[in-house]
């Protein structure tokens, strides 16, 4: 421990989210479990911004949350986060109902498996709309907020390993440079927004044992994504939370940003 710190400098190096956070496909596979994880490490508000047609299968999840962490704030909105109207709307909503925005998670992704000489204009569109626009438009309207605070905060994209790497054997090129772009987004927003004490980092998952990833189709596929990651299994849900609560972290990951975070079981090395 170096010399001088006080107790509150000391104290001021835990790992805990005591903010309020909006999760962006926050009724998603991984978006429900990092919210679950915000909460447990202290989280008093989330705002799950979500389309309609998740929210409403999601609702006993959503319900579980409640009931878990009844002095939480949690609130549910509607928003398709290609539409920067709906988004200015719901982070304002968000803002009056939660009081501030300390933290921002981009869970909000679609993946089109498709051969790119059979990939029509509108599908490589859509893929890049919701992906790589939705999470700008997102950031963007939250770190007005975030400037106008003078509190700053964190903005946590979530990319993937596609974004490096070409995936096999699924062809999925508009996915892949979706999350690219998300990549080199997360260093031009940070350089950009670290002036105003906005981090923005990115989380790249590998394979996670989710619905994404399900499904007969898929049984040989997930044999070779095993056999190009070195830990040998798919990621639990649950295994992206200690990196969200760092990276969200105003103590612990304070000095972090510009940065991706791998967390692939080693998909990445090959
Ligand atoms: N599951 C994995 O293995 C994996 C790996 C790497 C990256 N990712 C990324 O993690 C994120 C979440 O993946 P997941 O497995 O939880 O998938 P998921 O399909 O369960 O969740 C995605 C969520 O995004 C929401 N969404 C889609 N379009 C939207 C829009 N226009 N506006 C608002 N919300 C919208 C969906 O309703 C859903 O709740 C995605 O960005 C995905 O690319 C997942
Ligand atoms: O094809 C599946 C991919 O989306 C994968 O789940 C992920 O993006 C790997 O990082």
Redesign the pocket.
Known sequence: MPEGLSATQRASRRFSVDQNAIV?????????EAIRGLLEHGATGIAI???L???TS?RSEIQSLHTDFPQANIITLE?????DKAVEKAVEETKSKLGSINALL??????ATTHALEMSPAEWRRVL???TT?SFLCAQAVAKHMIASEQGGSVVF?????GQITLFPQPQVA?NVS?AGVLHMTKCLAAEWARYGIRVNSI??????????SGDGLAAARKMWLERTPLGR??A?DELVGTIILLCSRYAGRYITGENVNVDGGLNVF
Not at 24 to 32: D, V, Y
Not at 79 to 83: A, E, I, N, Q, S
Not at 106 to 111: E, L, P, T
């Open positions: 962006t496909g926050g009724a998603g596979n991984l978006g429900l911004f979500d389309l047609q998740t929210l999601a928003v398709d986060v290609t539409d981009c869970f909000a992704g679609v993946v709309e919701i992906n939705g979530i990319a993937s390993v596609a996915y999350k790249s998952p590998g394979y996670m044992d989710t619905i994404l990833n798919m990621g849900p």
